[in-house]
């Protein structure tokens, strides 16, 4: 293989490289929801706690409600739009309710 050719074969495979990595990166990149709970709030509430028969959870305004009770109650100060971000992560991985109202990020957006 010629050296131009050889040069612009190992250009390519790195910038791939590159992409791929990435890519990657930004998949596994924590919302700011999740970095806000698992900071603040997993320490007292595993996931058993979200499946539980009596969860008062049940819904889209009724979680974002104990989300705000909750860091409150802990003196976080957070704005309401971490306290949305917060149930916007805990719906999209626990919960899956419809959500009516206070969407963040890309449900925004849609």
Request: include cysteine; proline fraction near 4%; charged fraction near 20%.
């Given at each position: 293989?010629?050296?131009?050719?050889?040069?612009?074969?190992q250009?390519?495979?790195?910038?791939?490289?590159?992409?791929?990595?990435?890519a990657?990166?930004?998949?596994?990149?924590?919302?700011?929801?999740?970095?806000?709970?698992?900071?603040?709030?997993?320490?007292?509430?595993?996931?058993?706690?979200?499946?539980?028969?009596?969860?008062?959870?049940?819904?889209?305004?009724?979680?974002?409600?104990?989300?705000?009770?909750?860091?409150?109650?802990a003196?976080?100060?957070?704005?309401?739009?971490?306290?949305?971000?917060?149930?916007?992560?805990?719906?999209?991985?626990?919960?899956?309710?419809?959500?009516?109202?206070?969407?963040?990020?890309?449900?925004?957006?849609?």
């Amino acid at each position: 293989m010629k050296p131009a050719r050889r040069h612009a074969a190992q250009a390519l495979a790195v910038a791939a490289a590159l992409w791929c990595s990435a890519a990657l990166a930004q998949e596994r990149a924590p919302s700011r929801g999740e970095l806000l709970y698992t900071t603040h709030c997993v320490a007292c509430h595993t996931t058993q706690m979200h499946w539980r028969d009596r969860k008062l959870a049940t819904d889209w305004p009724s979680l974002k409600a104990q989300v705000q009770r909750w860091q409150a109650t802990a003196r976080l100060d957070w704005s309401d739009a971490d306290v949305t971000e917060v149930a916007r992560f805990l719906n999209d991985t626990i919960y899956r309710h419809p959500q009516t109202s206070g969407q963040v990020g890309w449900a925004a957006v849609r």
